[in-house]
């Protein structure tokens, strides 16, 4: 299955819920700070099969000729699904028509013609069994309506049921996005050496378990996908053994080269195009705040926080994939220190509003100063 993070799928459970009006409202709300691509996917079981919408239905509906065909809509005043996209605000808007048992190949051919970092708002049931999008809505119409097969065939994977309202303003647009943008891979960089707290930060107790534990728990929510980044295998069997049951460990290629070395390392094991890093000895997180930096990432290929002081922390911060031959370039010129290369890309520095909760343990007075702070606030 093909992993898309940049995609919001539209299903529906009957024909004429408002689809395509949802569609539409996502791309209006997304067009001023992403690239937006529409797309509307028919998917065809038999060769010969006339449009379900009926003789009057799409018009220019016919079998592809091979296993799929690719349309791009050009007409933003037309009155086809497609225009329709394309008027709302889509830099492209493309029809995939494909045969059932060739949508994986549509597919594919289709992401050839798609700017990688495009935020694509897709229409289909059916493209569900293929790809993995970041969120997949299901528009149910009234309990008494019988649910259409391809809809029922991929109802295990809704992410959101949004109730039909006919395209009108009922539609939760902005609960959807908050939760599209709240969806990324976090990378925990846990392969220091620890050397001014004098024992592995990663282990020290927060709330009766490891830090990292707690530091994890609280990236679940959030998260697509966790990744723990370790200097080398040895060293830590430890702390491998506190984390928790998912969570993937990567290594770094050439150990004794610092965090970038684990950002790189992590960066290049992710699915995801926009991802969180945070250092193992930040034990909370704010997740309004990292929602917050993550929004800001359609502009930017680096994110850094800023906090009450005004210091920059490229250790909690959002990195977009697309920077890893940067850092690979710096790392071989050897180069070690994180910010060298944010001249060489779009970064944009966000300040927490309420940085009451940043705290950064370097020093065991800084863990012990935390956990009393703690025990002060749960008294």
């Not at 069997?237 to 506190?242: D, S, Y």
Request: glycine letters at 8%; charged letters at 25%; a positive charge.
């Amino acid at each position: 299955m093909r992993v898309v993070p940049t995609m919001i799928l539209v299903g529906s459970t009957a024909r004429n819920l408002g689809r395509t009006a949802l569609a539409g409202r996502l791309i209006e709300a997304l067009r001023s700070r992403e690239n937006v691509i529409g797309v509307k996917v028919t998917t065809i079981r038999d060769k010969g099969e006339k449009c379900p919408r009926g003789p009057d239905g799409c018009r220019t509906f016919s079998s592809p000729t091979g296993n799929y065909e690719i349309r791009e809509e050009r007409d933003p005043d037309g009155d086809k699904d497609t225009a329709r996209l394309l008027k709302a605000g889509a830099a492209r808007v493309f029809w995939l028509k494909v045969m059932r048992d060739a949508l994986a190949e549509g597919l594919d051919a289709l992401m050839t013609r798609i700017d990688r970092d495009a935020v694509i708002v897709a229409e289909s049931n059916s493209l569900r069994q293929v790809v993995a999008p970041n969120l997949f809505l299901m528009l149910k119409g009234p309990d008494r309506d019988p649910v259409k097969p391809a809809a029922r065939e991929v109802m295990s994977f809704v992410d959101i049921t949004v109730p039909s309202a006919g395209g009108s303003a009922a539609y939760p647009v902005r609960d959807i996005l908050k939760r599209y943008y709240s969806y990324f891979t976090s990378i925990v960089l846990a392969g220091g050496t620890s050397r001014r707290m004098g024992k592995t930060k990663a282990l020290l107790p927060i709330n009766g378990r490891p830090m990292i534990q707690s530091l994890i728990q609280s990236l679940v929510p959030i998260s697509r996908d966790i990744i723990v980044s370790l200097n080398d295998g040895e060293r830590h069997e430890e702390l491998k053994q506190a984390l928790p049951a998912g969570v993937r460990v990567v290594y770094d290629e050439r150990p004794g080269q610092g965090p970038l070395m684990g950002i790189y390392a992590g960066l290049k094991a992710s699915e995801t195009d926009v991802n969180f890093v945070v250092a193992c000895d930040i034990p909370e997180i704010d997740p309004g705040f990292i929602t917050e930096m993550r929004s800001h990432t359609g502009d930017h290929d680096v994110v850094v926080s800023v906090d009450n002081e005004g210091r920059t922390n490229a250790l909690l911060a959002m990195y977009r994939r697309s920077v890893i031959p940067l850092i690979k370039k710096q790392l071989d010129e050897g180069q070690k220190k994180v910010v060298l290369f944010h001249p060489r890309c779009r970064v944009k520095y966000v300040p927490m509003r309420d940085g009451a909760w940043y705290r950064n343990l370097n020093t065991m007075d800084d863990y012990q100063t935390y956990h009393r702070d703690r025990i002060g606030r749960s008294s």
